[in-house]
T-cell receptor, first 112, second 114 residues
Framework: KQEVTQIPAALSVPEGENLVLNCSFTDSAIYNLQWFRQDPGKGLTSLLLIQSSQREQTSGRLNASLDKSSGRSTLYIAASQPGDSATYLCAVPNNAGNMLTFGGGTRLMVKP | GAGVSQSPRYKVAKRGQDVALRCDPISGHVSLFWYQQALGQGPEFLTYFQNEAQLDKSGLPSDRFFAERPEGSVSTLKIQRTQQEDSAVYLC????????????FGNGTRLTVT
């Protein structure tokens, strides 16, 4: 059974710092990995989707990398801003593509 | 449509009551998913529809949980004889296909069973 772990569970940084969120998964036979953002009381917003053939994806100040062989992904946030404060979740699909297994999330607070 | 719409946003039920949660996916999205999210945790899969067919219901925690999508668009998640452990946020998501499309989530229904 796929298990997804995110470290750290919570993170507080001053504005302007570059930071890295970690995601690890136990079954490396995945065909993509998604990073989501969740604001309090809201649903999830997809940030980046990395296909298994890719090593990284970038969107603005966000960069996600994927190392299937080691079962790891990282989300890099450059020049963090208070508006980045949210919970960040990673998720991987099963082989049938009909189910995502999520990590527990990293709760990020960026202080002005 | 603008996005995935869920109603109600909040539901308080007394233990033993039945509840029905509604999801309006993005128009034309084939795939529809229900997830359950406990406080401080990541979402957990409940069930998946491709059009009107429920292809996977392996995540439904008990036979008190039932989901349907009769016309391949709107979906309803029903919970019978609610229990306190059913208290959670229920998230609906849709996508154009199940494979490599990002999921679009609704804002969820927060269910509190007293």
């Amino acid at each position: 059974k796929q298990e997804v772990t995110q470290i750290p569970a919570a993170l507080s940084v001053p504005e302007g710092e570059n930071l890295v969120l970690n995601c690890s998964f136990t079954d490396s036979a995945i065909y993509n990995l998604q990073w989501f953002r969740q604001d309090p009381g809201k649903g999830l917003t997809s940030l980046l989707l990395i296909q298994s053939s890719q090593r990284e994806q970038t969107s603005g100040r966000l960069n996600a990398s994927l190392d299937k062989s080691s079962g790891r992904s990282t989300l890099y946030i450059a020049a963090s801003q208070p508006g980045d404060s949210a919970t960040y979740l990673c998720a991987v699909p099963n082989n049938a593509g009909n189910m995502l297994t999520f990590g527990g999330g990293t709760r990020l607070m960026v202080k002005p | 449509g603008a996005g995935v719409s869920q109603s109600p946003r909040y539901k308080v039920a007394k233990r033993g009551q039945d509840v029905a949660l509604r999801c309006d996916p993005i128009s034309g999205h084939v795939s529809l998913f229900w997830y359950q999210q406990a406080l401080g945790q990541g979402p957990e899969f409940l069930t998946y529809f491709q059009n009107e067919a429920q292809l996977d219901k392996s995540g439904l925690p008990s036979d008190r949980f039932f989901a349907e999508r009769p016309e391949g668009s709107v979906s309803t998640l029903k919970i019978q004889r609610t229990q306190q452990e059913d208290s959670a946020v229920y998230l609906c998501a849709s996508s154009p296909s199940p494979w490599d499309s990002p999921l679009h989530f609704g804002n969820g229904t927060r269910l509190t069973v007293t």
